[in-house]
């Protein structure tokens, strides 16, 4: 059975840095309609206190999440050295596809064919599919490509992970202050080389209760237009919801893989609030009864770059595995998790081996 390895990688970044004072102009709400009194910059210093969150980048008008996702694609595929028209598979992870103008999500054609179309990719036989999956999408992009490529279905496939949530966020609500643009590109490749690659992975999906936590839904300033839908969420169940259950699915997936924690060497986990990446990171190292560790192993981009959603985590390899993260570097034939919890709620982990 052949094994599935990341021979190039890619990532775009825009370039409107989006600081605190972008939203000093906002007049906030909160979750039951009623208008924050207290100043604005007060809760905007009170946001970046939560979440560590300072800037975040958003793409500029003329640009789209498909335009963006075949920015990231052309660096992938030319960092993997491979003519293009090897690709069997196009996966591409998105919560919203191709925001139009007016916020409404746009899913046709799927934003795979788009990119493909952009390429230029001749092959009819390269199949292009979108992963619709919350934040986790990419991951389970990652997890669907492994699989086709166990099957013996492909053996090269372009994996994108793209949004552009700057255009899906009520303008009333504090939690448009988390979310953010970008787009990150991995090419997988089947090997014959054992033990190599992704080595292990699982994928949990609670959809019972859990299932409205993060969803669309009217602004929340009932004065103002109801008829289009934002990004709503509920911060502490998700807070809550995610310390309890992604840990656990961490541990498992490290098991699976014959690992301890010990033997990780980087955990590249989404980041959508700082607070909770660290409470996570934690509460995994205290199911293995460890105390003390080097807090390195989990990579921080949120503060910077904002909540990406599925772009977070090929953007974060990219710039690592480039050498363009300070203090970041991951070791030669070492053991990596990439790990996300979102909308569904979905949970997923891959342990990733270097070869």
Request: proline share 1%; hydrophobic share 40%.
């Given at each position: 059975m052949p094994n599935t390895i990341i021979i190039g990688s890619g990532s775009y970044l825009p370039n409107r840095i989006i600081g605190r004072d972008y939203f000093l102009g906002s007049e906030f709400y909160s979750e039951d309609g009623e208008k924050i009194d207290k100043p604005v910059e007060e809760t905007i210093a009170k946001f970046v206190e939560i979440t560590e969150i300072e800037n975040r980048r958003f793409i500029d008008e003329d640009l789209s999440n498909s335009k963006i996702g075949y920015e990231a694609a052309k660096l992938a595929i030319a960092d993997a050295k491979?003519?293009?028209?090897?690709?069997?598979?196009?996966?591409?992870?998105?919560?919203?596809?191709?925001?139009?103008?007016?916020?409404?999500?746009?899913?046709?054609p799927t934003m795979a064919a788009r990119v493909k179309n952009?390429?230029?990719?001749?092959?009819?036989?390269?199949?292009?599919y979108d992963m619709l999956f919350g934040c986790p999408g990419w991951v389970e992009?990652?997890?669907?490509?492994?699989?086709?490529?166990?099957?013996?279905?492909?053996?090269?496939?372009?994996?994108?992970?793209?949004?552009t949530l700057s255009r899906v966020t009520d303008p009333h609500d504090r939690n448009r202050m988390i979310f953010a643009d970008g787009a990150g590109a991995v090419v997988v490749k089947a090997t014959d080389e054992e033990n190599?690659?992704?080595?292990?992975?699982?994928?949990?999906?609670?959809?019972?209760?859990?299932?409205?936590?993060?969803?669309?839904g009217p602004s929340i300033n009932k004065e103002s237009d109801q008829t289009r839908l934002f990004v709503r969420m509920q911060g502490r169940k998700i807070y809550e919801y995610a310390l309890k259950n992604v840990p656990n699915a961490i541990k498992e997936t490290i098991e699976d893989a014959g690992l301890s924690i010990e033997d990780i060497n980087k955990i590249l986990i989404h980041q959508a609030n700082a607070k909770m990446d660290y409470a996570m990171i934690e509460r995994l190292h205290k199911l293995y009864d460890v105390k003390d560790y080097d807090h390195s192993i989990s990579p921080m981009t949120?503060?910077?770059?904002?909540?990406?959603?599925?772009?977070?985590?090929?953007?974060?390899?990219?710039?690592?595995?480039?050498?363009?993260?300070?203090?970041?570097?991951?070791?030669?034939?070492?053991?990596?998790?990439?790990?996300?919890?979102?909308?569904?709620m979905n949970i997923n982990a891959i342990v990733y081996r270097f070869p």
């Open positions: 491979i003519d293009q028209e090897e690709l069997d598979y196009i996966i591409y992870a998105s919560n919203f596809g191709e925001v139009t103008e007016h916020g409404y999500a746009d899913f046709m952009k390429l230029g990719i001749k092959n009819r036989k390269c199949v292009t992009a990652m997890i669907l490509a492994d699989n086709l490529i166990k099957a013996n279905v492909a053996k090269t496939i372009l994996v994108i992970g793209g949004e190599v690659g992704i080595i292990a992975h699982n994928t949990i999906c609670d959809n019972g209760i859990e299932l409205d936590y993060l969803a669309n949120i503060q910077d770059f904002g909540n990406s959603s599925v772009a977070t985590i090929p953007t974060m390899y990219d710039l690592i595995i480039k050498g363009k993260m300070d203090g970041q570097t991951f070791k030669e034939k070492g053991n990596i998790v990439m790990t996300s919890v979102g909308a569904g």
